[in-house]
């Protein structure tokens, strides 16, 4: 499959339903050298959004938390929808996108939860976090140039999307 051979030319896999910093975490790696599927590679967009860890044994962050930011966050840069049908893409064809997984964060979180070589990480992380991240997978990152930035998407964003966050919000995972 062309998305698994994608996913094989990285070191890391780097996977989020969106709005939950990876970009920022991508970045750090990137810029230190680990390949990873940022931003700047060709694919990225292509495999950071999954729904199913189809590598096994990969090395994978998977990013998930804070759904009702994630959302506005996604929905303010206009990417909403395109991470949505991200999310989709290995959706079995033969199930209805369940009522209380819209979006499909339950299944694409059961789907890399207890997987092996997987590090969850849950957004908002802190710089601790993310040390013991990269500790998890021995990588050797200066901690001083790991700066966590404030969430840029206002408190005041209206949405378009408030029946989908009160599903996610009232979810524990």
């Known amino acids: ?50 729904c199913d860890k189809i590598v096994p044994d990969k090395k994978c962050i998977y990013i998930y938390g804070d759904y009702e930011w994630a959302i506005k966050s996604q929905e303010r840069r206009k990417l909403l929808n395109i991470n949505k049908n991200k999310l989709r893409k290995l959706y079995p ?11 499909l ?30 500790k998890f ?8 140039k790991i700066v966590i930035k404030k969430r840029e998407t206002d408190k005041n964003f209206k949405t378009k999307y408030q029946k989908e966050i009160d599903i996610y919000k009232n979810h524990s995972f």
């Open 137 to 144: 997978f021995n990588l050797n990152i200066d901690e001083d």
């Open 1 to 50: 499959m062309e998305l698994q051979k994608s996913i094989n030319n990285f070191d890391i896999w780097i996977v989020s339903c969106g709005g939950v910093g990876s970009n920022y975490i991508c970045d750090l790696l990137y810029d230190n050298d680990i390949n990873v599927n940022c931003r700047r590679t060709s694919g990225h967009g292509e495999i950071t959004h999954l």
């Open 93 to 103: 064809e033969n199930l209805n996108i369940p009522d209380d997984d819209p979006l």
């Open 105 to 134: 964060y339950k299944y694409q979180y059961n789907n890399f939860k207890n997987k092996s070589n997987t590090y969850m990480i849950e957004y908002p992380y802190t710089k601790e976090d993310i040390i013991k991240c990269f």
